[in-house]
């Protein structure tokens, strides 16, 4: 017992001097954002006389003439989208030639380097342990399958099936392969089920995220594990499992090789999904034929009409108690994006699949001012609702003459794929419903950035004293090593 006890406060010792290490890491990181900060503002106190205001202003200026120049440009037709065609290419130019002309260009050089320092370190010293939100549920070890059923689309990804030859290793590693037709629909969820009752003890997918739910609903159904294979075009749920995306033929190492992990699976009216259902103009779009082949043309020649000038058509939608009335566009997902801005780093990534809870992101531009506050103040904007859910409902909406819809159908991409229907849609997740297995050999998922939280990065830097004090040796009943002792 004697000896068990010396080796756990070892043990502890040892964490508690990491832990010290760790924790002077953020005070010095903490230090160095805020002094860089104060450098930033100092250079343009310092700078009023040879117009440090004015590189504030006019950067801001700019920003905003930007944004409304891609508001007239993706809002509107004729002159008014030529002009804020102008406007994106030339606010920019104009800014930068109004520094370099006035001889201000070195200030706006050391004020925007400083702050970079000062976000760079900011972000590094909350990423410290006892900083971080807490993370995902780690992996646990998985048995082999022995009857695993993988379905592969051929078509999927520019054709990776074949270029990665995943048919012949899938099937070296003893997995039954299905072959989709690309010459003809298949129906997915009754292939699966076929493949459940044939004694399968494993589904998995080679395909696009749309393929990769339908399949995955079929599992979570009979509580049999999910192989996802990174086939598909973007992968964003393989990449939010850590997985690998440049190599698809690694995910099939799982078969040998794998962990399960526990996530959770969306539904929107009862229909599964893994990363996103969007409502909007965005869904309106997607249901053109055209959009297929021409995406950002399809887009950018749709949302004129769309849109109207902030004047089209709009959702109202309520998220838990939270009314979210005149929406252009609602985004719902299979737990919440890291950053709702894409401009800001470990946006279009979750941080954990199996946070019991859906990510909603709604927008509201009524015009061009409302489109340059949503730029130049992001997430703070009243154009932009961001907020976690356990159950989302949108309604029909309101017309673009404020006048209530009749509860009718509602345009929705589910995964990327167009569908139509009836409204109210309801968006619920199934907590921890999905068994995924994965390669224990994986990339991983990268953590992303905490929230940039200065009052937090103050209290790192100058902490109290008794923030400092080691942690209290635990008694005999708190140790679970000296329990059984």
């Given amino acids: 017992m004697n000896g068990v006890a010396r080796w756990w406060d070892d043990e502890r010792a040892v964490g508690r001097a990491g832990a010290a290490r760790s924790a002077g890491t953020a005070r010095d990181l903490a230090r160095w954002a805020l002094g860089a900060a104060g450098g930033a503002v100092l250079v343009l106190l310092l700078a009023l006389s040879g117009g440090g205001l004015l590189v504030?202003?006019?950067g801001l200026v700019g920003l905003a003439a930007g944004a409304v120049g891609l508001w007239w440009a993706v809002a509107h037709r004729g002159p008014l989208r030529v002009l804020g065609a102008v406007l994106v290419v030339g606010a920019p130019i104009g800014v930068l030639v109004l520094y370099v002309v006035g001889g201000l260009w070195l200030f706006a050089l050391a004020a925007l380097a400083l702050w970079s320092v000062a976000l760079g370190c900011a972000r590094e010293a909350l990423r410290r342990p006892g900083e971080a939100v807490a993370g995902p549920a780690p992996a646990v070890p998985a048995a082999r399958p022995v009857q695993p059923?993988?379905?592969m689309n051929p078509k999927s990804g520019g054709g990776k099936v074949g270029r990665f030859g995943l048919v012949d290793k899938a099937e070296r590693l003893g997995a039954r392969v299905v072959l989709l037709d690309p010459a003809a629909p298949a129906d997915v969820d009754a292939l699966a089920r076929k493949a459940v009752a044939e004694g399968a003890d494993l589904l998995g997918v080679a395909g696009g995220d749309g393929t990769q739910a339908l399949v995955a609903a079929v599992a979570a159904e009979h509580d049999l594990p999910f192989l996802v294979i990174s086939a598909g075009t973007r992968n964003h749920f393989a990449m939010d499992l850590g997985l690998d995306r440049d190599d698809p033929a690694a995910c099939l190492e799982a078969l040998t090789d794998g962990e399960e992990l526990r996530v959770d699976l969306g539904t929107v009216a009862g229909r599964p999904f893994v990363n996103t259902v969007s409502f909007g103009v965005y869904a309106d779009v997607v249901q053109r034929p055209e959009?297929?082949?021409a995406k950002a043309e399809t887009a950018f020649d749709a949302l004129p009409d769309l849109l109207q000038g902030g004047q089209g058509d709009?959702?109202?939608a309520t998220a838990d108690d939270t009314r979210l009335p005149g929406q252009q566009a609602i985004l719902v997902s299979n737990n919440?994006?890291?950053a709702p801005d894409p401009l800001t780093a470990g946006a279009g990534h979750r941080s954990r699949l199996d946070g019991g809870r859906l990510g909603v992101i709604g927008i509201r531009v009524d015009g061009a001012a409302h489109a340059a506050d949503l730029v130049v103040r992001g997430t703070q904007s009243?154009?932009?609702?961001?907020?976690?859910?356990l159950r989302v409902e949108v309604h029909g909406g309101v017309t673009n003459t404020g006048v209530p819809k009749e509860e009718g159908t509602v345009a929705v991409a589910v995964?990327?794929?167009?569908?139509?229907l009836p409204t109210p849609v309801v968006c619920v997740l199934r907590p921890r419903?999905?068994?995924v297995l994965v390669p224990r050999a994986r990339p991983g998922v990268v953590p992303p950035p905490p929230p940039l939280d200065w009052r937090r990065i103050v209290r790192l830097a100058f902490p109290d004293h008794h923030a400092s004090l080691p942690t209290p040796r635990p008694e005999p009943s708190e140790d679970p090593y000296r329990s059984g002792a």
């Fill in 56 to 58: 504030l202003v006019s």
């Fill in 291 to 293: 959009y297929r082949d």
């Fill in 336 to 338: 919440p994006y890291a």
């Fill in 415 to 420: 995964d990327g794929e167009a569908l139509v």
């Fill in 149 to 151: 059923v993988l379905i």
């Fill in 314 to 316: 709009r959702l109202d």
């Fill in 382 to 389: 009243a154009a932009l609702n961001v907020l976690t859910a």
């Fill in 433 to 435: 419903a999905l068994r």
